[in-house]
């Protein structure tokens, strides 16, 4: 069986070739994966240095603004070094080193990182905001003496108890030069209310050292408004704090939002005037990777084989658990090949071993062998039947043939006329074979034409009326309203003829047969009921199969070929419409034909 096979068909070799694929879409995924992790590591990782490199700025421009020189800047060089893994070395402009945490000689970075300059810095608040101008921690002479921070500090205290007494809550914060304010506890900004009993105005009144570096900052600005051509009286905008205008004072409200910008670079050349004996100069700031450069991603051979090693490993592992599988799947589907090869007349059955598709396929496989089992059963029956029917017709005829030819018998017209009824029989038989193979084959010719079912059931009534009258049985037509079909005339007469002729052979006489049509729906309804001595239940179902009969002993008198019923089920069906078949022993039997209507032609039809 294998071996007719081509090897890319079989089950087995595509389960292999899909399973190969899965793994390596597999492998392919994940190293995808992988490469793709390793990218938002690498980029996490640049963003955590680029965090790295702005502290380092940060902490060096607060160096600068707290130091009117870079001695000592070494130590603090070689800290940042240490805790950010990065070469960090700071020169004059001219690229005179300052400080170094590389030996000595070792060569700088061709362009510096950054400019330290606290006097000019956008890197810089102390939220972690980037600002423009000076850096809020270069605070020259507005640093404020020990004693004036203890007498601003006691005044902040005072003022928090007094907001904590009008329900309150605030915080204290200390200032680059030593002042200290309340902060709002959510925003960590100056409160935006301030009660009325707390506005005494000490807290925000400028200590001796805060009044003479704002006198003397005013100085240098007045100048510079001067020569601006600006009025000179706008210095009075400087507050208490060397980073920008006092927008609270009366002048601040008025002018801050319409002449700001005008008088902004005057103030910040002053300030800057004023700062810089105060602040280190300007230095350049040059950053390396230090002495362990950084492995971003190493694509060794080591490396490269254990990739390799990894997918050879899961192809082998897919492969396995994949034959396995297969295998397994293979079995039951060559059992069943096994018996579907084997003859007709062994009719071997495959045990269910699983539930999946191959378990319904055996199910399927075993109910199809117990169908041709029985359909076998009922060829050789049917064989039986046919030769039995038409056994008994040909044996009379061939008996008095054969005595008329001895002499025996004399030909006259009453043993002609026996030999004429049993070569109807036998036509009979064979008309009705003929009628079951073509519709079998489905060669059954339907000659539709319009027709009136009260016309119908009258034709046959008409033709079975003298069979009824011998019978003495009453045979009546009930036809409710003008039901029309559009069927064959003679297939249904054929049909229906079938019914009243067995109803008429099972009703005693005194007995009556009822044919009715009426309409249900878009359905018509054909019921041919007789009174007679009805079917038993067990035989009920049968009644539709070819030569049965209910008497097993087959007498013609009680029954006929048994093909007549079959007949009416393929007829009707050839009609799109359906027969059954309901009964009661010693009451009668009803025989249901349903059939698609049609409505009634128009008077020029």
């Not at 400080?99 to 810095?121: E, I």
């Not at 200590?207 to 704002?214: F, G, I, M, R, S």
């Not at 100085?219 to 704090?241: N, Q, S, V, Y």
């Not at 007789?530 to 013609?556: C, M, N, Q, Y």
Request: aromatic share 2%.
């Amino acid at each position: 069986m294998s071996a007719r096979i081509p090897l890319h068909k079989r089950l087995l070799v595509r389960l292999l070739i899909t399973s190969g694929l899965i793994a390596v879409c597999s492998v392919a995924a994940t190293a995808w994966l992988a490469v793709a992790t390793t990218t938002q590591a690498l980029r996490e990782e640049q963003g955590q240095a680029l965090a790295d490199d702005m502290d380092v700025l940060a902490e060096l421009s607060g160096y600068a603004a707290t130091h009117p020189d870079w001695t000592g800047v070494a130590a603090t060089v070689r800290e940042l070094s240490a805790r950010t893994g990065r070469r960090i070395a700071l020169t004059a402009p001219d690229r005179t080193a300052i400080a170094d945490s590389a030996p000595r000689g070792t060569a700088l970075p061709p362009s510096a990182a950054a400019t330290v300059d606290p006097l000019r810095t956008d890197t810089y608040s102390e939220r972690g905001a980037q600002i423009a101008g000076t850096d809020p921690r270069a605070v020259g002479p507005y640093r404020l003496t020990r004693a004036e921070r203890a007498t601003v500090d006691a005044l902040a205290r005072k003022r928090q108890l007094c907001f904590a007494r009008s329900g309150l809550e605030t915080g204290l914060r200390r200032q680059p030069s030593g002042r200290t304010v309340l902060t709002d506890p959510d925003t960590g900004s100056a409160p935006d209310y301030v009660p009325d009993a707390c506005a005494d105005g000490l807290l925000n009144t400028p200590t001796p050292t805060e009044a003479k570096a704002v006198k003397e900052l005013q100085g240098l600005a007045r100048d510079c408004l001067t020569k601006a051509g600006l009025d000179p009286g706008m210095a009075a905008l400087l507050g208490t704090e060397p980073s920008g205008l006092d927008l609270r004072g009366p002048l601040g409200g008025k002018l801050a939002a319409k002449e700001a910008r005008l008088v902004q670079p005057c103030l910040d050349q002053a300030r800057r005037a004023q700062l810089d004996p105060y602040v280190a100069p300007v230095a350049e700031l040059f950053l390396g990777t230090g002495d362990t450069p950084a492995v971003l991603f190493d694509m060794s051979s080591a490396n490269k084989a254990k990739v390799v090693g990894t997918a050879g490993l899961v192809l082998a592992v897919t492969v396995a658990a994949t034959a396995l599988v297969a295998t397994r799947l293979v079995r039951p589907l060559r059992a069943l090949t096994a018996a579907a090869q084997q003859p007709p007349e062994l009719h071997v059955r495959v045990p269910v071993t699983t539930r999946d598709e191959t378990g319904i396929l055996a199910v399927a496989f075993n109910d199809l062998t117990e169908r041709r089992e029985r359909l076998e059963a009922q060829r050789k029956a049917m064989v039986s039947d046919i030769a039995h029917e038409l056994r008994s017709p040909l044996t009379n005829i061939r008996g008095w043939l054969e005595v008329t030819r001895d002499g025996v018998v004399d030909p006259d017209p009453v043993l002609l006329a026996s030999l004429h009824d049993e070569a109807l029989v036998l036509q009979r038989v064979i008309d009705d074979l003929q009628d079951l193979a073509d519709a079998d084959a489905g060669t059954l010719r339907l000659h539709r034409e319009p027709v009136r079912c009260d016309e119908l059931l009258q034709q046959v009534a008409a033709a079975h009326r003298v069979a009824a009258g011998a019978a003495r049985v009453e045979l009546r037509t009930d036809v409710d309203g003008e039901p029309w079909l559009d069927a064959d005339p003679v297939r249904m007469r054929q049909a229906l003829g079938n019914l009243v002729s067995n109803a008429l052979r099972h009703t005693p006489a005194g007995g009556g047969v009822t044919l009715s049509a009426r309409r249900d729906g878009d359905d018509i309804v054909l019921e041919v009921a007789d009174t007679g001595t009805g079917i038993a239940p067990d035989d009920l179902p049968h009644v539709f199969d070819r030569f049965w009969r209910a008497e097993k002993s087959r007498s013609r008198r009680t029954g006929g070929s048994g093909l007549g019923l079959p007949i009416v089920r393929h007829l009707l069906a050839a009609h799109g419409g359906t027969v059954a078949a309901a009964s009661e022993p010693g009451t009668g039997s009803v025989f249901t034909l349903r059939m698609p209507g049609r409505p009634a032609p128009g008077p020029d039809a």
